[in-house]
């Protein structure tokens, strides 16, 4: 009678498990619209800390590309091990910006990047983000093989200066985000 008891109970609670995992799937467009929206924004505009209580640093062994440019920030694997964040500021004789940028990891062999439909990403961008910040798309043009998709200031701005948001894509992955700004005088 316990062992049924016991039965009962696990089945109660994988179902449950299971309707919450399914109530609360994360797709990859949310997980680019948060990396945008939520972290690198406001770290490269305002110095706001991403990605806290995300993932852990990276480690020795994680064969992580990260730039020796970058200094004064950190750096995460997140995501199950599919990317690594890094943040920090990058100083050199003609410029100092603000840096957050995400990209594939080496450390999962079977990751192509966020899968999601690039178009939809792109519209998001245009809708909500530049809703608030005046950019202009540079480079939308989107095929089978990777592609940058850029917006920057519009073209009386100075070349290579103010926010820019850079996506590494094709029609139906985005395999690496980049933004950038100017650090405050």
Known sequence: MKFAGFLTGAGVAAIAVWGFNSWRDISDMDRVTAIIGDHCLPYVQFGTAPFQDMGRPVGVYDEANLSDSVTGGGNAIIYDNRFVAQWGESTDVNSAVRVCSVADSYVMANSVGFVVDTPAIADWIEGTVLAEIDLVATSTA????PSLLIWEPPAQAERFSGLR???????NSV????ILDDLPD
Not at 142 to 145: A, E, K, M, P, R
Not at 165 to 171: G, K, V
Not at 175 to 178: A, F
């Open 175 to 178: 395999s690496s985000v980049l």
């Open 165 to 171: 948001i850079i996506l590494n894509a094709t029609e």
């Open 142 to 145: 989107l095929g089978s093989v």
